[in-house]
DNA sequence: GATAGATTTAAACGAATGTTTGAATTCTGG
DNA sequence: CCAGAATTCAAACATTCGTTTAAATCTATC
């Protein structure tokens, strides 16, 4: 090449390229050749570099998730730290820890922050059994933690029910991820301009903590009447 | 064959076994010798019966989709009904039409229902255009439906939250569908013994009541000091 | 500046994919 | 019972897939 001193090596320029075409077009659907033609490079590169389509994508996957991951448990620590003890900090705060620094991400348009998000929160629904187990590994150490610290946060719940809430929550940001279009798609409704991403926080932020706190199941709930 | 009398015919054959392997691997991962192996059928059968692979998958969620959604639009029609008149309808009572129907199907763990659900909740994200197209007109009636009846329901919210609130909620709703052994692989922890399904309805309902009538961003939530 | 290792390249590989063909078979109405 | 349509079937179709090969090129070290 004619300079070879902008452009990132090989690796990167592949990883780059496979982000966004399996956040476009879904992962089975994504050639190798789109990818390295994309990227500029061999087809045989990414097997020589990530041994297979796979490893790709566990490399794609990899690259951002564990900064993210570790961005969580950070922001847990420090909220920990300013609660006085962890048996105090505020559901609200474990809420943020978790989700913001995704949320973060996911607002990212230009880099590939959102395509990364995208292709996470695809890749949980994916049955590939491959991609379960390494999605499981990868986020074990983040799911004990903020488990522990939900159940922590709620004593007056019982575990299994802020198991199942946590569950939903995770849903509820997946789904929104995916693209903030379906719901233009759906309702018809251009649902607002372009700052949809920019509030998308506050808005998701105000429904996960509703539904974390919601009356529980069975008793019937004190203000029910005035719904 | 031997007999002939017990058997459902090809096409339905063909429908329920794309059904189940579509939902256990996914759309891109299930082949149609496989589909068809399982179904005891020839693999020109399905381009006979459905002209093409794309054909199939829109027949096997038409299949379902259809008597689902009109499930939906009875139970809200009903309710407007019972409360006489359609801007006097309880905001519980639209997310029950809604999802309820949803939940119930998804329940049906022997017959077709549950992969269907789980097919579906994937296919949403799914971004194959032609599948969005599909689900889109599929859905349009419903979703227009719903939110003027979310609307409706929640005077005293802007319309456009109420519209990103369903959103979230058929986020947290497709997600749990998806698997709810997510759950147990992301936590390590045994959520429930077998009447996971039986207390998802309940659960689920009660988490999506509390986010769509959560306080609204930007507002200062009144019991804000309490959480 | 020679040499050993790392990287890139064009080309080909075998397997699997969705689809089509045309003959055989089954079903159906007169 | 029989023509004619509908369906089933084995076989082959062309294409695309992920992967591998082996030679060519680049890079760094002594």
Redesign the interface.
């Known amino acids: 090449m004619s300079d070879s001193a902008s452009l990132p090596d090989t690796p990167e320029r592949i990883l780059d390229a496979a982000e966004a075409l399996f956040a476009?077009?879904?992962v089975?659907?994504t050639s190798m050749r789109a990818i390295t033609q994309r990227a500029g490079a061999n087809v045989a590169a990414v097997n020589y570099h990530f041994g297979s389509k796979e490893g790709l994508l566990q490399a794609v996957l990899r690259r951002r998730l564990d900064s993210l991951n570790a961005r969580r448990i950070a922001q847990l620590d420090a909220a920990e730290a300013g609660a006085g003890g962890a048996a105090r900090v505020?559901?609200?705060l474990v809420v943020q820890a978790f989700f913001a620094p995704a949320i973060a991400l996911a607002a990212d348009r230009t880099g590939g922050g959102q395509a990364f998000m995208r292709l996470l929160?695809?890749s949980?629904?994916?049955?590939?059994q491959f991609l379960?187990e390494f999605l499981?590994a990868e986020?074990?150490a983040v799911?004990?933690r903020f488990?522990a610290a939900f159940a922590r946060a709620m004593p007056d719940v019982p575990p299994?029910?802020v198991?199942?809430?946590?569950?939903?929550?995770?849903?509820?940001?997946?789904?929104?991820i995916?693209?903030v279009d379906?719901?233009r798609?759906?309702?018809?409704?251009d649902?607002?301009g372009e700052d949809a991403w920019a509030?998308l926080p506050?808005?998701?932020?105000?429904?996960?903590?509703?539904?974390?706190?919601?009356?529980?199941?069975?008793l019937a709930p004190p203000g029910?009447s005035a719904?």
Chains 1, 2 share one sequence.
């Open positions: 476009e077009r879904g089975e659907a505020k559901p609200h929160a695809r949980s629904g994916n049955p590939a379960r499981a986020n074990s799911m004990e488990s299994q029910e198991l199942w809430r946590f569950h939903f929550m995770l849903g509820a940001f997946s789904y929104a995916m693209g379906n719901l798609l759906l309702t018809g409704v649902v607002d509030r506050d808005r998701l932020m105000a429904f996960l903590l509703g539904g974390l706190r919601a009356p529980l199941p069975g029910d719904s």
